[in-house]
């Protein structure tokens, strides 16, 4: 069975930093575009950041430039986020995504995790 499981999201006050990881199991994922979506209550679910199959091409939504960094480590099949100067608008549920390049909207993801909240008080 193919699966996506994050970790590391929890509560992090304004300014802080939170890393998250994604361990994919069931099959590689070596191929495949990885990347980071988010969806607060009540807003639709958005692109946050991609990484390339390969690392070599990354690209963020403009809300998270300067402030968070993909990577991905094929050997492990696991992909990373780390987020820095957190703010309480960064507070959603953070999924995990694996599909096509460029992976920048739902419709290219072919696997997601089951998500891990991130909550940042002010």
């Known amino acids: 069975q193919v699966q996506l499981v994050e970790s590391g999201g929890g509560l992090v006050q304004a300014g802080g930093s939170l890393r998250l990881s994604c361990a994919a199991s069931?099959?590689?994922?070596?191929?495949?575009?990885r990347g980071w979506f988010r969806q607060a209550p009540g807003k639709e679910r958005e692109f946050v950041a991609r990484i390339s199959w390969n690392g070599a091409s990354t690209y963020y939504a403009d809300s998270m430039k300067g402030r968070v960094t993909i990577s991905r480590d094929n050997a492990k099949n696991t992909v990373y986020l780390q987020m820095s100067s957190l703010k309480p608008e960064d507070t959603a549920l953070y999924y995990c995504?694996?599909?096509?390049?460029?992976?920048?909207?739902?419709?290219?993801?072919?696997?997601w995790g089951q998500g891990t909240q991130v909550t940042v008080s002010s």
């Open positions: 069931g099959r590689t994922f070596s191929s495949y575009a």
């Open positions: 995504a694996a599909g096509t390049y460029p992976l920048t909207t739902t419709p290219l993801v072919a696997y």
